[in-house]
C-alpha cells in the first residue's frame, strides 16, 4: 500500500512538472494596436505571415481609426503597444503620460527627420484651388490636431500665408473622402489612401501639393514602462519580429501578397488601391538622431501654440536599446535602406 502511495505521489509530482513546464513554454501575449490605413503594414504582415509567432509572441491586432483612440485603449490597459504620432505626444508626456517608444511603426526617421510623401492637400473641381496661395479664405477639411493639421500649418507658413486666413473644418479620418465628395470643403488635407479615394470618387479633383519634407508624418511604438520593461526579452522578441517583418514588407516580390493582406486588414481598402498607394509609405523601424530631431520639432510647434510650457527631453521618451540590438544582430533586415549596411 505505502508503495502505491509513492508511486502516486512521484505520478502528481511528474505531471505538476509537466504542467509548469508548458506554462513556461506558452507564448506571451501581446495585444498590438494598428490604425486603420497602410500605416499599420508591418504589424499586419507581422501578424498575418508569422513574424511575430516566429519571436515567439502570441500577437493579437487592435484596430483603431484614430491615434487618440489608440492611446486611449492603449491607457485603458486594452493593448500592450500602440503607434503615436509626435505632433501631440510631447504635451501628453508634460502632462504626465507615461509611455516608451521603442520601435518605429511607419515613417523614416531614422534617415531623416521628415517623412511626408503620403500626405497632402486635394483641391475639388471648380474650387478656384490650383495654387497653394488660392487656399486663403477656403474651407479646408482636416484632422484637427492631426499630424496632417501640422502639415497645413507648416505649407501654409512657408508659403507666406497665416494659419488662421482659411476655414478650418474638423473632420474624422472615416470621414475625408464622403465630406470631400458631398462639396462640403474646398480641399481636404489627407493621406494614403485617402488622396488617392477622393481623386477616384471626385472627377476633376487636383492634388495642389504632396509631400515636400514639411513634417514627420512618423509614428512609434510605445507601450508604458511596465509593459516594455517587466519582460525585456519579450520586448526584443517584440522589436525583432517589427524589424523582420518591415523587410519583408519593403521587399518588392512580395507586392501582390501584401496588397491582399492590406485589404484584408483596412476597411474600404482593396488590394489594387494597396499597391497604388503604397510607395508613398515609408516602412523603417529604425529610430536614432534623426528621430530625435523630428521629435524635438514637434516640441518646438507645442510650444508655439502654448500647448506646452518648456522643452521635454525626447531622451525621456525614445528607448533605443532594443532596436539597437535588432540593428547589430541583424543587419540583413535594413540593407535595403538608407543608410543600412
Not at 31 to 45: L, Y
Not at 80 to 90: E, G
Not at 304 to 333: C, G, V
Request: charged residues 20%; contains cysteine.
Amino acid at each position: 500500500m505505502k508503495s502505491v502511495r509513492i508511486r502516486l505521489i512521484l505520478v502528481l509530482l511528474v505531471a505538476c512538472g509537466l504542467l509548469t513546464m508548458g506554462w513556461a513554454a506558452a507564448a506571451p501575449t501581446l495585444r498590438i494596436g494598428a490604425a486603420s490605413n497602410n500605416g499599420g503594414m508591418i504589424v499586419f504582415v507581422g501578424v498575418d505571415k508569422g513574424f511575430f509567432a516566429k519571436h515567439g509572441i502570441d500577437a493579437k491586432v487592435v484596430i483603431r481609426n484614430t491615434g487618440a483612440q489608440l492611446t486611449k485603449s492603449l491607457k485603458a490597459g486594452e493593448i500592450d503597444f500602440a503607434p503615436a504620432a509626435f505632433t501631440n505626444l510631447p504635451a501628453a508626456l508634460e502632462r504626465g503620460l507615461k509611455m516608451r517608444g521603442v520601435v518605429g511603426y511607419v515613417g523614416g526617421s531614422f534617415f531623416k527627420s521628415t517623412t511626408d510623401e503620403m500626405v497632402g492637400i486635394v483641391a475639388r473641381p471648380q474650387s478656384g484651388i490650383t495654387a497653394i496661395a488660392d487656399l486663403k479664405g477656403k474651407k479646408i477639411g482636416v484632422t484637427f490636431g492631426s499630424t496632417g493639421d501640422l502639415y497645413l500649418r507648416e505649407v501654409l507658413r512657408k508659403n507666406g500665408l497665416s494659419y488662421k486666413l482659411v476655414k478650418r473644418i474638423n473632420v474624422r479620418p472615416p470621414s475625408i473622402v464622403s465630406l470631400f465628395d458631398s462639396g462640403g470643403v474646398d480641399a481636404m488635407v489627407g493621406w494614403e489612401p485617402y488622396l488617392t479615394r477622393m481623386l477616384d470618387k471626385v472627377s476633376g479633383a487636383t492634388i495642389i501639393v504632396r509631400g515636400g519634407d514639411h513634417v514627420c508624418f512618423c509614428a512609434v511604438m510605445h507601450g508604458v514602462p511596465e509593459t516594455v520593461y517587466r519582460d525585456k526579452a519579450v520586448t526584443q522578441a517584440f522589436v525583432d519580429a517589427m524589424a523582420e517583418a518591415a523587410a519583408y514588407v519593403r521587399d518588392p516580390k512580395n507586392r501582390d501578397e501584401i496588397a491582399q493582406i492590406g485589404a484584408r486588414y483596412v476597411r474600404g481598402m482593396d488590394a489594387s488601391l494597396v499597391k497604388r498607394t503604397f510607395d508613398y509609405w515609408t516602412y523603417d523601424p529604425r529610430l536614432g538622431e534623426n528621430t530625435f530631431k523630428a521629435f524635438s520639432f514637434s516640441v518646438q510647434q507645442l510650444l508655439a501654440q502654448k500647448k506646452m510650457k518648456k522643452p521635454y527631453d525626447p531622451a525621456n521618451y525614445l528607448d533605443l536599446q532594443f532596436i539597437t540590438s535588432t540593428m547589430q544582430r541583424h543587419p540583413e533586415w535594413f540593407k535595403d535602406l538608407p543608410g543600412g549596411s
